[in-house]
């Protein structure tokens, strides 16, 4: 739904002739986005204002002739979004001047605190180069101190042992000090799941704020929340001084409509995303990247910046130069933009951050067949690689097979694949950079269907 | 474990069901019926609330939309007289639309019954197990545990507390074992011990991650091979905070795991789950338990009618 939210609005303008967005022709359209954003599980108390403060924008706004109305309402409502999330990346604020500086989590059941902790800690560590620590006080749920204390391990990070008959209040004064003598930077301090509507664990939550003095309160929601979003962060935010959200599960097909709730009600900045179980899965959040995505722009400005970190500039270079010379693109070609998109998180780590354009449907399964690609071509000679038709060779075919433990099929698969990405190549000598790369993708994932 | 559990355990089913509702009902007032009860005259207004209850309940926009038409389609036909009245009849409408899903569980003839439970990270799985344990057990059947979540550190030993609590046997692994064989394993020992249910764990996943999906896949083939006709039950757990999303859970776990029943958690907070009804109307399967807290007791079979009155808080 929100992917096409974009597409959907220009449609509902299409008919329109007039040079004036107008109460009556934008009727459709506000009821689409209303619409998008409920089914999005966005707040309903957050959804009515916002769609307010469209229409006023949008009503009685005369644009020139080469404008679109539809684009133009795109424009509010993408205006509306960036102005309600903010445009800045906050990250931690850690008093420097306090050691260590305490950062509390806080949330519902089930919402990922103990994962993020290790992943903040890991963060912490490689990207601060701080000396992290972390404590449990979730007494409550069965194994939630062992979990803490495997995960700190993963991630290199000094787990402070605590026991379920300990008081919460305690257990976290003794984390305290002991980092302190320790001369840790940074405590991390686990607490259990509890609902906004118990009001003695919020109390309890309270008290080890009041402990703790914490440079960070961060409240941790899952990407997937419906409605009830909006009353748990009010509660929260009432009852704890919240400095910041991790909205979690990011990697899953929610459409997160819950960071809006919660930041429209909280005020509080989203700095994190939490994308996967593996302990790295945690990035800063970029909110004038959602807007675009809510939109169906696509994150652009994400898969620039990630390709520039990670793509060896000197062989993307090479491989553009080569395409656009017209020079025959090879199977050293193809592995060149197979290591490139695993180094950018895979296929569907690729698209997500593209435009609506893919019309593919991402599996996990495509990263294993581009794997197997990837596999074929390794088991190659340097020069089969540079003239493919040597592969016409059914011995060739078959060492190549046994080489890469697939079979003839899979070969014939790979070089048929290959095949079509050369054809794609010829017709992409007049396009940009990134739709090269675009179609390109498009050519490798098709048709395995 | 602590106070909290102990105290939970303390009380009766009934008197924990609604003082759950009454927390809810506290913190957020009586929500639309304190408005309608007053008989008012109704409106487009009266509409309009009920309208807002339901989309604030996660009901969503397209059932939303159709309990409305039934509504306004009653006003005309001057059916209703008031707000109260389209109150009972918005009640009896989304009762109706739930009730198919109401079914009691059952163990049946197979031996052992093998029940395999699925569902995204966090939802709750673990302790379901923990909860329909203590709950079969009180049926009088005998129950082991198979800890198949061979991935989250510590589920294993989360799934041991609740055995130990439970007082039945857990079977498992190694961290980072292969679930399935961990299950497998659960199953022919259960048979060993003439146990009557298998209770299986599994790793938390996202339905949009269509290797881990696959593996679920997998687990049925490896407990088929012991019994064609195993799993006997796939309950996949859904959380009430979660929204429209768990359409999509529903749609994506039945597809790649045979879902035959559902459980909702977490129904004790302020969270209502309306998406039922939409789950109701896109892929009516059982609803065999609700989750109404964290100590063994807190399970209950699914009530439509107990459910269509608490969206409204009466």
Not at chain 1, 290 to 297: F, H, K, P, V, Y
Not at chain 2, 58 to 80: F, W, Y
Not at chain 2, 166 to 194: C, K, L, N
């Amino acid at each position: 739904m929100f992917d096409n939210l974009t597409n959907k609005l220009t449609q509902t303008f299409s008919g329109i002739r007039t040079r004036k967005l107008t109460e009556n022709n934008v009727a459709e359209a506000i009821r689409e986005v209303r619409t998008a954003l409920l089914e999005a599980d966005v707040a309903l108390e957050v959804v009515i204002p916002f769609v307010e403060a469209v229409r006023k924008k949008s009503v009685g706004r005369e644009f020139v002739a080469s404008v679109r109305p539809g684009d133009m309402f795109v424009k509010f409502v993408h205006d509306e979004l960036v102005s309600l999330m903010g445009t800045e990346v906050s990250s931690l604020e850690l008093r420097a001047s306090k050691k260590p500086a305490v950062i509390l989590m806080a949330g519902l059941q089930g919402t990922g605190k103990t994962t993020t902790v290790a992943k903040l800690a890991r963060y912490l560590q490689n990207e601060q180069e701080q000396k992290v620590a972390t404590v449990s006080a979730d007494v409550y749920r069965p194994a939630a101190i062992e979990q803490l204390r495997v995960l700190s391990e993963a991630a290199n990070a000094h787990f402070i042992a605590t026991t379920a008959d300990e008081q919460p209040v305690k257990i976290v004064k003794n984390a305290v000090s002991v980092t302190q003598d320790l001369g840790f930077d940074t405590l991390i301090v686990d607490t259990a799941g509890r609902l906004a509507i118990d009001d003695d664990m919020m109390a309890e939550i309270r008290e080890l704020h009041d402990s703790l003095q914490p440079s960070e309160t961060l409240f941790v929601v899952d990407a997937m929340t419906g409605q009830d979003a909006a009353k748990t962060a009010r509660t929260f935010d009432r009852v704890l001084p919240l400095t910041g959200v991790v909205l979690t599960k990011a990697d899953g097909d929610a459409r997160g409509g819950a960071a809006l709730s919660v930041r429209a009600i909280t005020h509080k900045p989203i700095k994190f995303l939490g994308t996967g179980e593996s302990i790295d899965g945690l990035e800063l959040f970029h909110p004038d990247r959602l807007a675009s995505r809510i939109l169906g722009m696509g994150d652009i400005l994400g898969l620039v910046e990630e390709a520039e970190k990670k793509v060896d500039v000197d062989a993307s270079e090479r491989v553009v130069k080569r395409m656009l010379r017209g020079t025959t693109f090879t199977f050293d070609d193809m592995r060149e933009q197979i290591k490139q998109m695993s180094d950018m998180g895979g296929m569907a780590s690729v698209l997500s951050r593209l435009p609506t354009a893919p019309n593919v449907k991402v599996k996990e399964t495509d990263d294993d067949v581009i794997r197997k690609h990837a596999i074929i071509i390794d088991s190659m000679t340097a020069k089969e690689r540079a003239f493919p038709n040597l592969l016409n060779i059914p011995s060739r075919k078959k060492r190549v097979a046994a080489g890469s433990g697939t079979r003839i099929q899979d070969v014939n698969f790979t070089i048929r694949k290959f095949k079509q990405m050369q054809k794609a190549t010829k017709r992409l000598g007049r396009m940009g950079r990134s739709s090269k790369m675009l179609a390109q993708l498009e050519q490798m994932m098709g048709e395995n269907k | 474990m602590n106070e909290k559990t102990s105290r939970a355990q303390s009380k009766g089913i009934l008197t924990r069901f609604s003082s759950a509702l009454a927390k809810t009902r506290s913190q957020f007032g009586n929500g639309v019926s304190s408005l309608l009860l007053g008989r008012r005259q109704l409106d487009e207004h009266i509409l309009e609330e009920l309208r807002t209850q339901l989309l604030m309940s996660d009901v969503g926009v397209a059932a939303t939309d159709r309990l409305l038409d039934n509504l306004s389609r009653a006003v005309r036909k001057k059916k209703l007289r008031d707000g109260e009245s389209a109150l009972q009849a918005l009640r009896l409408d989304i009762g109706q639309a739930v009730a198919p899903l109401q079914k009691e569980f059952k163990v049946s003839a197979p031996r052992p019954f093998v029940i395999l439970v699925v569902g995204v990270n966090g939802v709750g799985k673990t302790t379901t197990i923990g909860k329909l344990s203590h709950h079969l057990q009180n049926q009088g059947h005998s129950v082991l545990l198979a800890a198949g979540d061979t991935y989250r550190a510590a589920a294993i030993e989360q799934l041991q507390v609740w055995g130990h609590r439970t007082g039945v046997i857990v079977i498992s692994q190694r961290p980072g074992a292969d679930s399935a064989s961990v299950i497998h394993d659960a199953v022919e020992a259960a048979a060993a011990r003439d146990i009557e249910v298998v209770l299986a764990d599994t790793a938390g996943r996202l339905q949009n991650k269509s290797n881990l999906m696959a593996e679920l896949s997998k687990i049925r083939r490896v407990v088929q091979r012991y019994d064609a006709s195993a799993p006997h039950e796939t309950l996949l757990v859904l959380d009430a905070n979660i929204g429209q999303n768990a359409i999509t859970q529903v749609q994506e776990f039945k597809e790649a795991a045979n879902v035959s029943g559902l459980i909702v958690t977490k129904l004790d907070g302020s969270a209502k789950a309306g998406v039922i009804l939409g789950i109701a109307e896109e892929d009516p399967l059982p609803l065999y338990f609700v989750g109404l807290g964290e100590s063994q007791d807190d399970l209950q079979p699914f009530d439509a009618h107990a459910y269509a009155n608490g969206l409204f808080d009466s």
